[in-house]
């Protein structure tokens, strides 16, 4: 059974930080790319980083260059999202997800296959 679990998320200071984990099961991490989103309330879900099956490609949303680091540990079935100098904005619920059948990343939430249930960020001014 596909799963993937998210944590790490919280209350945070503006210009803190946080780091949200995506613990997978269910299928081989080393052959899918991982996305992670979010979702303000009265927003789209939108794109903020990606990951590729072997680490050749990753997108991030422009607001958060700079700012955010998305990486893996295959070992530990995780993907992680680093998230630095946090602002106002970033609050969202956070989701990851996978592609099933292609190891290339996307930024288009129809072409995942599976998500988790979120973790939720608040960013306190």
């Known amino acids: 059974q596909v799963q993937l679990v998210e944590s790490g998320g919280d209350l945070v200071r503006t210009g803190g930080s946080l780091t949200l984990s995506c613990v997978v099961s269910?299928?081989?991490?080393?052959?899918?790319?991982i996305g992670w989103f979010r979702q303000a309330p009265g927003n789209e879900r939108e794109a903020v980083s990606c990951?590729?099956?072997?680490?050749?490609?990753?997108y991030y949303k422009d607001s958060v260059k700079g700012r955010f680091t998305i990486s893996r540990d295959n070992a530990k079935n995780t993907v992680y999202l680093k998230m630095n100098k946090i602002l106002p904005e970033d609050s969202a619920s956070y989701f990851c997800?996978?592609?099933?059948?292609?190891?290339?990343?996307?930024?288009?939430?129809?072409?995942?296959?599976?998500w988790g249930q979120g973790t939720q960020v608040i960013v306190s001014s």
């Open positions: 269910g299928f081989l991490l080393d052959r899918t790319a």
């Open positions: 997800a996978r592609r099933a059948h292609y190891p290339s990343c996307s930024d288009n939430r129809i072409r995942y296959d599976n």
């Open positions: 990951i590729s099956s072997r680490n050749e490609i990753v």
